[in-house]
C-alpha cells in the first residue's frame, strides 16, 4: 500500500532541503567511489555466465546482428573489469546505506523536457538501467504542461516512486520543451532540476512527428508530408526574415501560431534555437544537458556515459553494454541486479534487450512503408541549416547533423 504522503505548507523547504541532502550524499558517494576505484576493490560478484562453447555458437546463432562481447572473467578489457569493480562497491554502499536511509516519495531530480520525436523514451529506457534512476509513473506526467492549472502538486507526488536519498528520479515530458511556461514553472519548483534535453536532425524529427501525429490522429492532418512542410517553410521563411533576429518575438509567434494551428507544431519544434533560448535563461546552460538524438541512435553507450557525468552517478552502464539489434537500434546487453531474499548479486542478461514500443522505431530505419521525397527533404534541410547553426553557436557544440546538398 502506498504510504500516505503529508504534504504541509513547508512542502517546498522541506523538499529543498531534501533534494539539497540527497545530492550530497550522491556527491559524497561519487567522491567516494571514484577515489576507490583503483585501490584493492572487493572481489567482483558478477554471476559468471557459464556456457560450454557450443552452447555459445548456438545462441549466438540465434540471436541475430548479435555482437556480444565474451563476458568471462579472463576476456573482460579493462574498461569493463572496471566498471564491474565500481559496480561491485556500489552494491556493498547500498547495502550499507540501505540499513540507515529511509525511502520517501520526492520530487524528481531530473527532468527530460523533450524534443519530442527525438529518442527521450530510448534515454529513459537507457537511464533506467542505472540502479540509482528511478522514474515517475507514469513516465510523463505532463505536470508543468497541461496538467498545471488542473492538478495539486501533491497529485504530481503521489506518481513518484520511494527513493532512497542517495537515489534519483525521473520524469520526462517531451512537449516540456515547446510550452511557453514549462521551463520557469520547473524551475520555480524544483529550482535544483537537473534538465536532459534530446535534440535530433530536425529534418528526421519532422518526418516522424508528423507520421506520429497522423497515426494517432491527435490532430487532423488532412495533406501529405510534402504539402504540409511546403505550406509551414513559406509561412514560417518570412517570418524568420522579418523577426529572426528576435528570438523572443520570434519564439511568441511560434507559440501563437500553435495555438490556432497546431500542425505547425510539425515544423517549429525543430526551430531549437528559439526554444532553447528560453531554457538557457531559466535553467543556464550548467544545468541542461544536450544529448545529439542521433548519436543516441548510432552509440548509445557513449551517449550514457556523458550522461552519468553531467548528472554525477558513477558510470555503471557503458558502451560495453550496448549491442545491435536486429532492427537496427542497439539493445541492452549490461549486468543486471538480482535481488535474492537477502542476497544481492550482479548477473550477465540471458540475452540483449531492446526497446520494444510500437511508437519507438517507426521511421528512422527507414522501415516505414513510404520515404518522403528527396526534393521536400532537401527543402527541408535548407530550411533549418541556419537555425542549426545559430544553436550550434549558442551551445558552442556542433552536431553531425546531414546537410542539403549544394
Ligand atoms: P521513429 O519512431 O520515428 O523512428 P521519442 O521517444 O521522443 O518519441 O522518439 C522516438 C524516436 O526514438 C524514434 O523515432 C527512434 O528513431 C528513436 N530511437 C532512438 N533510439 C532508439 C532505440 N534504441 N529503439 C527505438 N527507437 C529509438
Redesign the pocket.
Known sequence: MAPVVGVTANLHKKLRSGFLLCLVSVMVFYIEAGTRRYSNAPAFNLERVKRNPGQEKSEERESIGRLRRKHFDGEYDSRVRERNQLYAEYLQMVARLENNSTKSKRLPNVIGV?????????????LLKHPMMLSSKPAEMHYFGRWKSKRTIEDYLMHMPMAAPYELIFEKT?SYFTLDAAASSIRETIPNAKILL?L?DPV??T???Y??EKIIKKIVIEESFENLTRHLMDMFSVVLKKRGHDPDATLDYIQKMFRRYRPSHILTTGLYFYHFQKWLKVFGLSNIHVVD?EE??SN?GLVMEKVQDFLQIPRLVIQEDFVK?S?G???YDGPKIRKNNSETTLVQLKKPE??K?S???????G??HYKPSEDAVNELRRFYEPQNEKLFALLGREFNWTKHAH
Open positions: 523533450g524534443a519530442e520525436k527525438c529518442g527521450s523514451g530510448a534515454l529513459r529506457w537507457m517531451p534530446v535530433c528526421n524529427r518526418f516522424s512527428d507520421v506520429q538524438g543516441l541512435i548509445p539489434g532492427n537500434f542497439y539493445c531492446c526497446l514500443h511508437s519507438k522505431g517507426r521511421t528512422r530505419m522501415n516505414w
